[in-house]
């Protein structure tokens, strides 16, 4: 894809790069890019009503949330590939959200979710005024992967009822589990073998078709069988009427509570959250593939574009969509043209084809939804992290079972809480080693990993993993004198501070009481690297311990040349 033409306004590329991308678009890449734009609409219009219906929504809401913000994204956005619309983990969100402030009647609900939409874009572009991009850091992969298997678990149990034919009214995952199993004896026949035929011809035709859009397919598929079968006299049900036209644009006030936009302004934090994780990992693993980079900072406030468009068709919070970025690609995607043409067929959609939505048997959609809630469960990945490391196993199959214990809207708090005590813990206990050397292998070694790795006498080298400040300072110390303990006749102690980004008033004075702890034994602490720092300390008369400049070496090699006496000038920084 060619850079804006070099008259393109500067303004112009900062604020809106999608825009100055297509200001200098190729004709070359149209034809491509209408292929790949049909293709994302053909997966898009089903699925888009599919997740209104998981949002309790009308099938128009669905198809709203995939115009505006599509065009919106081409605008702003900085990927060549990335789609937006309505998903999975958004939209539980969404239903989490209404259902905990009691919303019921449909217009109270439709104002919440646009007033959701609204606030979640506002905080995005708030953030990447603030160039919060690095938040997407912020959820490590163990926690969102069990944050997405709980989603994912939880589409799956209220899809349950639509399946078998039957309705669910239990919000929480225990009382579905026993809802389900008590309803199926009451299963509608017709209902349920629809539904066995619909996921077939979907994965069949997702495996040996892969170009074609199998979700449309199936719905087609349903939708003639329901139709010609004769299987709304059997109990089987459909859409029904679907709103025809494009969307107004509106934002209603009146019928929301004010205390009710307190509560959506706190959701909407954590709607903005994981809809941006959700987005800037699919945009980096696509532009990656592309040979390009994203700009972080960028797709916050186009993310956030989207969701205002979104808010502005009355309709709910948007994210990346990965299934139909992957289309996109697949198809050959090469601009953001892609995502004007997908939106210009939603249009046509909206416009002329919604007496056929209407003929539609919920239970496809049901399916649908249960196909994107099985490609979102991961099990490898917990698998993976059970061989790579059983903590972080644990964590996050504690997420899941936070979302799928408190719905999805507090199993962000869940999420959010564990990823902090995670953080906390990783610094408050860090590894630390202690060193050795290995004959005819260079540098220093961890003796824990390397049983061979041979300890001079009368010498302790150790290391700390960590900054060390306020709150693993305690650690540091006993640590360190556990370890002095452990090794009867110690005259030295070598700390190699290169791993110690940071040093705080609360570590420094912790250094001072060791070493005069060290001292008072008969043992001499001192300092492998960080000498320039503690040398400025000590000038700044914060500490008078560290005036002896014997105590302080450029590298762990001279300090031990020294220590040994070996080296007579170790003090010199040729040897560093």
Not at 320 to 331: K, L, P, Q
Not at 484 to 510: E, F, K, N, Q, W
């Amino acid at each position: 894809m060619p850079s804006p033409h070099p008259s393109t306004p500067n303004l112009l590329r900062r604020l809106m790069p999608g825009a100055a991308a297509l200001l200098a678009y190729r004709r070359a890449d149209l034809a491509a890019d209408v292929r790949a734009g049909s293709a994302v609409a053909a997966v898009a219009i089903p699925v888009g009503v599919a997740y209104a219906q998981l949002a309790g929504f009308s099938p128009a809401l669905g198809l709203y949330a995939s115009l505006l913000p599509l065009i919106a994204y081409a605008l702003f956005g900085t990927s060549r590939q990335l789609v937006v619309g309505p998903d999975a983990a958004t939209c539980a969100m969404v239903a989490g959200t209404l259902a905990t402030l009691g919303a019921v009647d449909a217009d109270t609900r439709l104002a919440l979710s646009a007033l959701l939409s609204l606030f979640a874009g506002l905080l995005l572009i708030g953030a990447s005024r603030l160039h919060l991009g690095a938040l997407a850091d912020f959820l490590s992969r163990p926690i969102l992967l069990g944050f997405l298997n709980g989603v994912a678990l939880n589409i799956l149990l209220g899809q349950g009822g639509c399946l078998i034919g039957i309705e669910l009214s239990a919000h929480d995952a225990l009382h579905r589990v026993s809802e389900l199993t008590r309803g199926l004896g009451h299963a509608n026949l017709p209902t349920l073998l629809l539904a066995l035929a619909t996921f077939a011809l979907l994965r069949l035709t997702a495996r040996h078709a892969p170009r074609l859009p199998a979700a449309l397919l199936a719905l087609i598929g349903a939708t003639l069988a329901t139709r010609f079968a004769g299987l709304e006299a059997l109990g089987v049900k459909t859409l029904g009427e679907v709103a025809a036209g494009l969307p107004t644009l509106r934002l209603d006030l009146a019928v929301v509570p004010g205390l009710e936009l307190g509560k959506l302004a706190s959701a909407a934090g954590g709607v903005a959250l994981i809809s941006y994780c959700n987005a800037i990992v699919i945009a980096r693993s696509f532009a990656a593939r592309g040979g390009y980079e994203v700009d972080a900072d960028l797709e916050l406030r186009a993310l956030g574009a989207a969701n205002i468009a979104s808010a502005l068709s009355g309709s709910f919070a948007v994210s990346a969509a990965d299934s139909r970025t992957a289309v996109a690609e697949h198809a050959g995607a090469r601009t953001q043209m892609t995502s004007i043409v997908a939106a210009l067929w939603v249009a046509l959609c909206l416009i002329s084809l919604t007496p056929l939505l209407a003929l539609v048997p919920t239970v496809a959609l049901a399916v649908i939804l249960v196909d994107a809630a099985l490609s979102l469960l991961d099990t490898r990945g917990v698998r993976e992290l059970g061989r790579l490391s059983r903590h972080e196993m644990w964590l996050s199959l504690a997420t899941t079972a936070g979302v799928l214990g408190t719905g999805v809207l507090e199993g962000i708090a869940v999420a959010l809480a564990l990823s902090l005590l995670r953080f906390i813990h990783a610094m408050a206990r860090p590894e630390d080693e202690v060193l050795g050397q290995i004959d005819g292998v260079p540098g220093f070694h961890d003796t824990g990993r390397h049983p061979d790795a041979r300890q001079t006498p009368g010498v302790l080298i150790y290391r700390f993993n960590a900054p060390l400040v306020f709150f693993n300072a305690p650690t540091f110390s006993h640590r360190l004198l556990a370890a002095c303990h452990s090794r009867p006749g110690l005259s030295t102690v070598i700390l190699d501070m290169m791993p110690v980004s940071r040093l705080d008033a609360t570590g420094r004075y912790t250094l001072d009481e060791v070493a005069q702890r060290l001292d008072a034994q008969g043992i001499r602490l001192v300092i492998a690297g960080r000498r320039t720092e503690l040398l400025q300390w000590q000038a700044a008369h914060l500490s008078q311990f560290w005036a002896q400049e014997d105590r302080l070496f450029p590298t762990v090699k001279q300090a031990l040349k020294a220590c040994t006496g070996q080296d007579k000038t170790a003090m010199t920084l040729s040897d560093s």
